[in-house]
């Protein structure tokens, strides 16, 4: 399969997203937040803000919602979240790993444990899938951005580590320390993107048959369906024909 069919695979979710567009606002209005609390207020001032900022435009998140999110940071609104990676392996072997910002440790550790073990997954240890993924950032571009020559170009003039290009658009990947600065030269060359944040990269996926998938989609839309999780991703792997039998 080429690398972009693997990536829409592995981070197939946008469908389903356009169905609940209040819970991914309510996710990115949360990132927001977290990023305005741990550090500047100012965007300009704060990588990991500007970065959040720069999704939720992407996201189409409305400019007020995202003035709101950064003034309930300043003035010290808002509940406290502690992040949280849990790691576990979902059907056909599949390695899941779920990322959440949560007020109750032991509420999402609960309920992320039980999704786990109705959708025929299992929650494991910290550390015992996380070998298999890279932490990288991620910067997609439509395929109306440019050719795939001038993409990959500018790309190497930002500084990214590869690009991944087919006709539905552009990926190009980056170092996680190094995605603030890469985004910016892209944006230079390039405009907005359609989306900018940090993943995790798989190092080795599983290819499913369609059984194995159907059971793994209840998993990843149970999960993504927690108002504690803010991302989840799996190393999954499917063919064309079972991607379209799915769909």
């Not at 567009?21 to 990115?28: E, P």
Request: hydrophobic fraction near 35%; include cysteine; proline fraction near 3%.
């Amino acid at each position: 399969m080429a690398g972009h069919s693997k990536w829409a695979n592995i981070q197939h979710r946008k469908g389903r997203q356009d169905k609940l567009r209040a819970k991914l606002f309510s996710k990115l209005s949360k990132e927001i937040t977290v990023a305005a609390k741990m550090g500047d207020p100012d965007p300009d001032k704060n990588p990991r803000l500007r970065l959040a900022v720069k999704e939720a435009k992407g996201q189409s998140v409305p400019k007020d919602v995202i003035q709101r999110a950064i003034a309930k940071a300043s003035g010290g609104e808002g509940e406290n979240y502690d992040e949280i990676r849990y790691e576990g392996y979902g059907p056909g072997g599949v390695a899941v790993i779920v990322e959440a910002m949560t007020d109750n440790r032991n509420r999402t550790a609960s309920s992320v444990r039980s999704t786990f073990s109705k959708n025929g997954g299992n929650l494991g240890e910290t550390g015992s899938v996380g070998f298999m993924f890279d932490r990288k950032g991620q910067v997609v571009y439509p395929a109306s951005a440019g050719d795939a020559d001038d993409v990959l170009m500018a790309a190497i003039e930002a500084g990214a580590e590869d690009v991944e290009s087919d006709e539905e658009g552009h990926v190009i990947w980056c170092g996680d320390t190094d995605l603030a600065a890469v985004s910016s030269g892209l944006e230079e060359q390039l405009g907005e993107s359609q989306s900018t944040k940090l993943v995790w990269r798989p190092t080795t996926t599983t290819e499913l048959d369609l059984e194995s998938m159907q059971s793994l989609m209840k998993l990843l839309d149970a999960l993504e369906d927690d108002d504690d999780v803010q991302s989840v991703t799996a190393n999954f792997e499917a063919s064309d024909e079972v991607m379209a039998q799915l769909q």
